[in-house]
């Protein structure tokens, strides 16, 4: 079993920046892939970043590149989401998950910090 929660959303304006953090209660955290997703009103949960146990090796969804970085310390049990120059249309629930497994869908989610971005 593993705890996720996330902190860091807020309400701030077009071009700010934010930083998300997801804590983890498991001491085997340094083991899993970590992906943040987030989810705005009335549309569906997509892909936002991941990155590898290791932090060696992320991925972004297109939307985000060059404006996110996701990075990770395993001794802190944290993974972070570092948002730069935001849109109104990055306004959305962020959520962290942890896959466990080496392939197939993410087990574990936290509840969720709402980001809002006014232009």
């Known amino acids: 079993q593993v705890q996720l929660v996330e902190s860091g959303g807020g309400l701030v304006q077009a071009g700010d920046s934010l930083r998300l953090s997801c804590a983890a209660s498991?001491?085997?955290?340094?083991?899993?892939?970590v992906g943040w997703f987030r989810q705005a009103p009335g549309k569906e949960r997509e892909s936002v970043a991941n990155?590898?146990?290791?932090?060696?090796?992320?991925s972004y969804t297109d939307f985000v590149k060059g404006r996110f970085t996701i990075s990770r310390d395993n001794a802190k049990n944290t993974v972070y989401l570092q948002m730069n120059s935001l849109k109104p249309e990055d306004t959305a629930v962020y959520y962290c998950?942890?896959?466990?497994?080496?392939?197939?869908?993410?087990?574990?989610w936290g509840q969720g910090t709402q980001v809002t971005v006014s232009s």
């Open positions: 990155i590898s146990a290791s932090g060696s090796i992320t």
């Open positions: 498991s001491r085997t955290f340094s083991s899993y892939r």
């Open positions: 998950a942890v896959r466990v497994r080496p392939l197939g869908s993410y087990d574990y």
